[in-house]
């Protein structure tokens, strides 16, 4: 199946909408963890497929490298979500996000902060070459 640019953006503003429903049912101030397994739920209920705790190899000219580097959630096999539960997001969260992206070669990602009053102005979605080669 092709998969399209309005497809994944769709699928990052349905996460987004689930992510708010957990905030808003939990607030904020809880450990990162609840709330992953609160969204992976959540996600899993209304019918997408979810893989928590992805461990993100890295192939160095041919070589694999076997990495303790873990992702939050990959949803749908297309979009990354790294979710912090910190006062300020920081550009190495940004950086660790896009490093993911490109690892597993996924179009899209987004940065959920959970530690906010609200998860829309604080969340950072993130496309990449990836997300770009896709049809319209």
Do not use: W
């Amino acid at each position: 199946m092709l998969i399209t640019k309005k497809q994944v953006t769709q699928l990052s503003y349905d996460i987004a909408g689930l992510a708010i429903k957990v905030h808003k049912n939990l607030g904020p101030g809880l450990l990162e963890s609840i709330y992953e397994t609160c969204l992976k739920y959540e996600l899993e209920r209304n019918g997408y497929t979810v893989k928590q705790q992805v461990i993100a190899n890295i192939v160095y000219d041919g070589l694999l490298i076997e990495t303790p580097l873990k992702l939050d959630l990959l949803v749908n096999d297309l979009v990354v979500v790294e979710l912090k539960t910190v006062e300020e997001i920081k550009p190495v969260h940004q950086a660790q996000l896009l490093t993911y992206m490109k690892i597993l070669e996924k179009p899209q990602g987004l940065l959920i902060n959970f530690f906010t009053d609200n998860i829309i102005k604080s969340m950072k979605p993130f496309v990449n070459e990836y997300f770009t080669a896709l049809s319209e």
